[in-house]
C-alpha cells in the first residue's frame, strides 16, 4: 500500500481539485498518492478506470458510503426536544453510532497514511475519521463555497459556541475544521469569508490551474471524458457563428418541477437572442435537451472548470444563479449569477437565504 497520500472524494470537483494538487508535487511526490470514490452523493465509479490509467495515482479505491438515513436506528437521535440538555445527549450518542455504523464500509485503512485529506468531510467519513482519532485535512467543498454556505454554523447555528467546544474534545463532531482530528481546512478564500476557525489556510486554486503543462490538461480532459476530441468539435461546430450564452444549471430547488420552471424563464428572461449552451450540474438529472430542443445541452459529468483546458471554444456570457465557479471560465467574456434571491420567487425564501443566519 502507498503511505504518503490519500484523497477522499464525493464529486467530480473534488477529483479536479485533487488533480489539480497531484501535478504540482514535487517529482519525487508524484505516483505516491492514493484516491477514494465514495459514491454517496455522486456515481463517481465510472470514473475509477480512466484514473487507474492516468498514472497520476498509486490506487484507486472505491467507497459505498452510507448516508445517516441508511440506518433507521439513527432516527430517534435527530428528533427535536426544544431540550438542550436531551439534544445534546442523542447528539452525543448519535456521533458515535454513526461512525460504528460506517465502519464496514470503509475500504482502506486511513491509519497507513502520512496525510489524509477529505472534502465534505460533513459526511459519515468525517464521524469515522474523528471516532477512530485519525488526523486528516479538510478541503472545501466547492470553490468559495463558505462564502454563500457557512455549512458548520448554519447546521449548528443553536449555542454554536458551546457545540464548537465540544467537538472540539472529539464528543460531538462539527465539520469544516471544528473537530478535534482535523489538522487544518483548506479553503480558496479566506476574506470572502464572515467566520472561520482558527486553523483555516489559503491555497488558491487559479495558480494551480494556470500552472498546468498540456500533457496535464489532456490527462485532466481524459479522466473526465471518454472523447474530448470529439466532444470539443461537436460543440464548436454547433455554436459556430452564434452568439452563445453558457447557462449553468444547479441541483437546487430540490423539486424538479421548479427546476424546470426557473430553466425555461431564464432563457425566456435572460438569453432571448443568443443560441444557448445548457451545461447540467452533476447531481441535476433533468433532460434538458427534450426540455429545451433549442439548446445545445452538454452530456457528461464533469467540472465546468475542465473546459477551461478545451482550445477554440467561446462564449459571450456564462449565466447561473449562484455558481461560484463562473469566476473562474476564461472562455466567457461576461459572467453573471443572478444571486439567490432568484429563488424567492418559486420557494419559501428561508431554504436559502444563508447569509441571513
Not at 470514490?37 to 465509479?45: E, G, K, R, T, Y
Not at 435527530?78 to 445527549?89: A, G, T
Not at 467537538?167 to 478564500?189: P, T
Request: proline share 4%; net charge neutral.
Amino acid at each position: 500500500m502507498n503511505n504518503h497520500r490519500i484523497y477522499v472524494c464525493h464529486t467530480f470537483y473534488h477529483i479536479y481539485v485533487t488533480l489539480l494538487k497531484e501535478f504540482h508535487m514535487p517529482d519525487e511526490e508524484k505516483g505516491k498518492a492514493d484516491i477514494v470514490l465514495s459514491n454517496i452523493s455522486s456515481d463517481l465509479f465510472p470514473l475509477a478506470k480512466r484514473l487507474e490509467e492516468s498514472g497520476v495515482f498509486g490506487h484507486v479505491y472505491k467507497m459505498e458510503e452510507k448516508k445517516e438515513s441508511f440506518f433507521p436506528e439513527l432516527a430517534k437521535y435527530r428528533k427535536s426536544y426544544n431540550n438542550i440538555v436531551r439534544h445534546l445527549v442523542n447528539r452525543i450518542i448519535f456521533t458515535k453510532k454513526l461512525a460504528r455504523l460506517e465502519e464496514p464500509f470503509v475500504p482502506v485503512d486511513f491509519r497507513a497514511y502520512k496525510d489524509v485529506y477529505v472534502y465534505c468531510d460533513s459526511d459519515p467519513i468525517g464521524y469515522y475519521l474523528n471516532y477512530k482519532h485519525i488526523y486528516y485535512h479538510a478541503l472545501e467543498d466547492g470553490l468559495d463555497c463558505l462564502k454563500y454556505l457557512d455549512a458548520a454554523y448554519y447546521d449548528n447555528r443553536g449555542h454554536f459556541k458551546l457545540k464548537a467546544w465540544l467537538s472540539a474534545r472529539n464528543i460531538i463532531f462539527i465539520q469544516n475544521g471544528y473537530g478535534k482530528y482535523c489538522l487544518d481546512m483548506e479553503v480558496n478564500d479566506l476574506s470572502c469569508l464572515r467566520r472561520s476557525a482558527s486553523n483555516y489556510k489559503v491555497v488558491p486554486r487559479k495558480p494551480l490551474e494556470s500552472g498546468l503543462t498540456k500533457e496535464q490538461k489532456m490527462t485532466m480532459l481524459r479522466v473526465f471524458m471518454e472523447d474530448a476530441d470529439e466532444f470539443m468539435k461537436d460543440l464548436v461546430e454547433k455554436a459556430a457563428g452564434r452568439e452563445c450564452i453558457l447557462f449553468l444549471t444547479m441541483p437546487h430547488p430540490q423539486d424538479e418541477e421548479i427546476r424546470k420552471r426557473i430553466c425555461k424563464d431564464i432563457l425566456r428572461d435572460h438569453c432571448q437572442g443568443y443560441h444557448t449552451v445548457i451545461k447540467p450540474h452533476p447531481r441535476d438529472l433533468i433532460d434538458y435537451a427534450a426540455l429545451c430542443p433549442e439548446c445545445t445541452v452538454i452530456k457528461g459529468k464533469f467540472p465546468i472548470e475542465v473546459m477551461n483546458f478545451m482550445e477554440g471554444i467561446k462564449f459571450k456570457r456564462a449565466l447561473s444563479i449562484a455558481t461560484t465557479a463562473i469566476d473562474t471560465l476564461d472562455f466567457c467574456e461576461e459572467k453573471v449569477n443572478l444571486g439567490e434571491s432568484f429563488w424567492d420567487a418559486y420557494e419559501d425564501p428561508a431554504l436559502h437565504n444563508w447569509q441571513k443566519i
